[in-house]
């Protein structure tokens, strides 16, 4: 399969990421992020926030135990390029250890990876070298999908619920006698593509509570080299290769008609 | 293909945005009722506040403790006494810059009341005071001679005692030869040795009056 034939005009892609990790000494992190913000205020200037409060569960034999370590609090660092309409489309994420450049679809345009990954060769070797980060642990490129009735109103029954097996292969087979599937639905698996280079394929498909019947289906494809560390260039032909294995599975996880729909 | 368990060498299965979880209906059995003490008080991962920009920080020893009250999602910073909205977390590095520049200035003015008092002893026992210390002095004014620059930077300063200088530092010299005495403002840390180096000058060779021993030593 060619890059091409994997290519549609309307996916239901609500968000792409590119990401490198990294961890930087927090010292120098913070010390550092000030000056970072002044740099890349020309294209981002928009700085913004996200506070996590994370609370760490674990399940031993089905049932839930809180970790005995503490709950943690962080900050991650936004900042969002602008915007004629004033909508948040081009960003970047800070985090100790990691950068990460987002692309949001606005309207009916789902944008594509070419403008994400030019950004990523700009800033990585900019990043690197304000924060004396020389070598990366791994990558991660990633794929966030909405089905609902605004952007995939073709899954959408006319009794108003989402046809989730006619958009998703791993839906369309289900054994035992039903007459349709609804929400819950949350489910993860990660795959595991090359095991020489560790490379993992992860879905998720759970419900969005931010609309109606709207389902969220997540790809992340995330390459880990565990015996050696990438260099920036390496770094970059791996985001491409994981951009390749999320167009590969994409046409695996979409069906067919899905896939017709995504073209019209 | 097939699906393997999580292994360490593994990544954590971690999407790139916080993801709000909210847990509509659940049912609890158990011997005892659950603590809500183990939702309460979170850590805070950042201990290290910039200050001024980023030009100094202000180092914690230990993690601050964030204490969430459910009824108003509201946090207070145990010791700190800092309150401020579960939404609003991105402002307390600055809130805690500004708690601890306030007291350190009433401290130094002997002008601390009752209750600044007993937050500035608690807030005291966070603080990485000697690091604090020379983040914030002033860079001294030093003369030296560079005896190596190839393979490592070796400087013999004022004092006769001899440092090797790393590569960050290094650079600052590359304007002085082998043997070359210089001058140069220069910020020392723990042990006397040297962190930062700046406007480094060229010498003359040293006069035969030159009056060393009123000069103090360098660390």
Same mark, same amino acid.
């Given at each position: 399969m060619t890059g091409?034939? $994997?290519?549609?005009?309307?996916?239901?892609?609500?968000? #792409?990421?590119?990401?490198?990790?990294?961890?930087?000494?927090?010292?120098?992190?913070?010390?550092?992020?000030?000056?970072?913000?002044?740099?890349?205020?020309?294209?981002?200037?928009?700085?913004?926030?996200?506070?996590?409060?994370?609370?760490?569960?674990?399940?031993? @034999?089905?049932?839930?135990? !809180?970790?005995?370590?503490?709950?943690?609090a962080r900050i991650i660092h936004l900042f969002w390029?602008?915007?004629?309409? @004033?909508?948040?489309?081009?960003?970047? &994420?800070?985090?100790?250890?990691r950068l990460v450049l987002h692309l949001l679809r606005e309207d009916k345009n789902a944008h594509s990876f070419e403008e994400v990954l030019p950004r990523m060769k700009k800033w990585l070797p900019l990043w690197a070298e304000h924060f004396g980060v020389t070598?990366?642990?791994?990558?991660?490129?990633?794929?966030? @999908?909405?089905?609902?009735?605004?952007?995939?109103?073709?899954?959408?029954?006319?009794?108003?619920?989402?046809?989730?097996?006619? =958009?998703?292969?791993?839906?369309?087979?289900?054994?035992?006698?039903? *007459?349709?599937?609804?929400?819950?639905?949350?489910?993860?698996? /990660?795959?595991? $593509?090359?095991? *020489?280079?560790?490379?993992?394929?992860?879905?998720? !498909?759970? =419900?969005?509570?931010?609309?109606?019947?709207?389902? &969220?289906?997540?790809?992340?494809?995330r390459i880990f080299p565990s015996a050696k560390k990438l260099n920036l260039d390496e770094a970059i032909t791996e985001i491409e290769a994981g951009h390749q294995h999320i167009l590969e599975q994409f046409a695996c996880f979409f069906t067919q008609n899905a896939k017709e729909s995504f073209n019209k | 293909m097939r699906f393997v368990a999580e292994t360490s060498r593994q990544p954590s299965f971690d999407f790139n945005r916080p993801v709000t979880q909210a847990v509509k209906e659940a049912e609890y059995t158990g011997r005892t009722e659950p603590s809500h003490e183990?939702?309460?008080?979170?850590?805070?991962?950042?201990?290290?506040?910039?200050?001024?920009?980023?030009?100094?920080?202000? #180092?914690?020893?230990?993690?601050?403790?964030?204490?969430? @009250?459910?009824?108003?999602? &509201?946090?207070? !910073?145990?010791?700190?006494?800092?309150?401020?909205?579960?939404?609003?977390?991105? #402002?307390?590095?600055?809130?805690l810059a500004r708690r601890f520049l306030k007291l350190l200035n009433a401290a130094e003015n002997e002008d601390l009341g009752e209750s600044d008092q007993a937050d500035w002893l608690r807030i005291s026992d966070y603080i990485d005071f000697q690091q604090f210390t020379i983040d914030r002095s002033a860079p001294?004014?030093?003369?030296?001679?560079?005896? /190596?620059?190839?393979?490592?930077?070796?400087?013999?300063?004022?004092?006769?005692?001899?440092? *090797? $200088?790393?590569?960050?530092?290094?650079?600052?010299l590359s304007e002085v030869d082998a043997g070359e005495r210089f001058s140069a403002f220069a910020k020392l840390g723990r042990d006397g040795k040297t962190i930062a180096l700046e406007r480094v000058s060229l010498l003359q060779k040293p006069g035969e009056r030159e009056d060393w021993e009123s000069w103090p030593k360098r660390g």
């Amino acid at each position: 399969m060619t890059g091409e034939q $994997l290519r549609y005009k309307n996916p239901p892609i609500v968000e #792409r990421t590119v990401g490198v990790y990294h961890r930087i000494p927090q010292d120098i992190f913070e010390s550092r992020l000030p000056s970072w913000a002044e740099k890349i205020s020309q294209e981002y200037p928009i700085p913004g926030h996200l506070a996590e409060w994370m609370i760490d569960i674990e399940d031993r @034999n089905g049932v839930p135990f !809180v970790k005995s370590l503490e709950p943690k609090a962080r900050i991650i660092h936004l900042f969002w390029q602008k915007h004629p309409k @004033n909508l948040r489309v081009h960003g970047m &994420r800070l985090r100790p250890d990691r950068l990460v450049l987002h692309l949001l679809r606005e309207d009916k345009n789902a944008h594509s990876f070419e403008e994400v990954l030019p950004r990523m060769k700009k800033w990585l070797p900019l990043w690197a070298e304000h924060f004396g980060v020389t070598e990366l642990d791994g990558i991660a490129v990633e794929y966030c @999908n909405v089905l609902d009735g605004n952007l995939t109103p073709q899954f959408i029954d006319p009794n108003g619920a989402l046809n989730i097996a006619a =958009a998703l292969t791993v839906f369309s087979n289900f054994p035992g006698r039903h *007459t349709g599937i609804t929400t819950p639905y949350d489910c993860k698996a /990660r795959l595991v $593509l090359e095991e *020489t280079k560790p490379t993992f394929f992860d879905l998720r !498909v759970r =419900a969005d509570d931010r609309s109606q019947n709207a389902v &969220r289906v997540d790809f992340v494809v995330r390459i880990f080299p565990s015996a050696k560390k990438l260099n920036l260039d390496e770094a970059i032909t791996e985001i491409e290769a994981g951009h390749q294995h999320i167009l590969e599975q994409f046409a695996c996880f979409f069906t067919q008609n899905a896939k017709e729909s995504f073209n019209k | 293909m097939r699906f393997v368990a999580e292994t360490s060498r593994q990544p954590s299965f971690d999407f790139n945005r916080p993801v709000t979880q909210a847990v509509k209906e659940a049912e609890y059995t158990g011997r005892t009722e659950p603590s809500h003490e183990a939702f309460r008080d979170f850590s805070f991962e950042q201990t290290v506040i910039p200050l001024e920009g980023g030009q100094h920080s202000l #180092r914690l020893r230990k993690p601050l403790v964030l204490r969430i @009250n459910p009824e108003n999602l &509201r946090f207070l !910073v145990k010791d700190w006494g800092i309150e401020l909205d579960c939404l609003e977390l991105s #402002r307390l590095p600055r809130e805690l810059a500004r708690r601890f520049l306030k007291l350190l200035n009433a401290a130094e003015n002997e002008d601390l009341g009752e209750s600044d008092q007993a937050d500035w002893l608690r807030i005291s026992d966070y603080i990485d005071f000697q690091q604090f210390t020379i983040d914030r002095s002033a860079p001294r004014y030093l003369e030296g001679t560079l005896r /190596r620059n190839a393979e490592m930077v070796l400087v013999e300063w004022h004092d006769g005692s001899r440092e *090797t $200088l790393d590569h960050r530092l290094g650079r600052a010299l590359s304007e002085v030869d082998a043997g070359e005495r210089f001058s140069a403002f220069a910020k020392l840390g723990r042990d006397g040795k040297t962190i930062a180096l700046e406007r480094v000058s060229l010498l003359q060779k040293p006069g035969e009056r030159e009056d060393w021993e009123s000069w103090p030593k360098r660390g």
